[in-house]
């Protein structure tokens, strides 16, 4: 046999290898990071209420969760998981994002949200869903859009409302470790300085409003900043 010979049996077999590979990866329409037609999912940027953030779309399909969640049940005893304000549920071995189910419970607020004012009332929202505070429970409830005129506080936080802060992890916090240091550091500022930003005008008289404010703030920030975050 010549070497002509097996040189061309040679690249008539790789070009079937790679025909063949190339086939199934294109089948694989449901794999991890897929959406279910099989195309990349870009995500979409919620801008409603200031809010300013991008989320995976819903039928996004992911082959594991990230290490950060919740596990949540509906009334259904259906399990959903929880992340960072996006909703996954399991289908088959992998998962697919999607929307909450209304009445469900979550122990914290996304890291991110506007909070949202409809008659007097505070509404927390992310990546098209509605949050409110359930002192009974002491959790948020999944819930429908409230009517009415809303006006946005254009804050961002996580677990409580912080005013215009912002805070980021220094010693590798995860989103459940920094949702409670938030939360903690809230009560504690709010008790400190008589302000309390999730009320309607911060629970004080509208002539000590920016006062309070700022001294709520500068609580939060130092409160945070012990923990190990960096506040700006």
Known sequence: ??????????????????????????????GPGQRRDGQGD?????NRYNHNHYYPSRGY????LPRSRYSVYDRYHHRYYYSGGVWYAPR??????????L??????????YSTVWVGGF??????DTYYAWR???????VVDAPNGDAVSDNSSASAAPSGDIFVYPKNGQNEEQTARDKYECHRWAASETGFDPTVSGGGVPAEQ???????????????LEGRGYSVK
């Open 135 to 141: 002192p009974r429970e002491r959790a948020y409830e």
């Open 92 to 101: 088959g071995p992998r998962f697919v994002v999607v929307g909450p189910p």
């Open 103 to 112: 009445g469900v419970f979550v122990p914290v607020l996304p890291g991110f």
């Open 42 to 46: 870009r995500g979409h940027y919620d």
């Open 209 to 223: 409003n920016s006062s309070k404010r700022a001294d709520y703030q500068r609580a939060m920030g130092a409160c």
């Open 1 to 30: 046999m010549s070497t002509k010979f097996r040189s061309g049996r040679f690249w008539a077999a790789a070009a079937v290898l790679l025909l063949a590979v190339g086939t199934a990866q294109a089948q694989r329409h449901d």
């Open 61 to 64: 399909v992911v082959g594991g």
């Open 122 to 127: 505070p509404y927390y929202y992310a990546n």
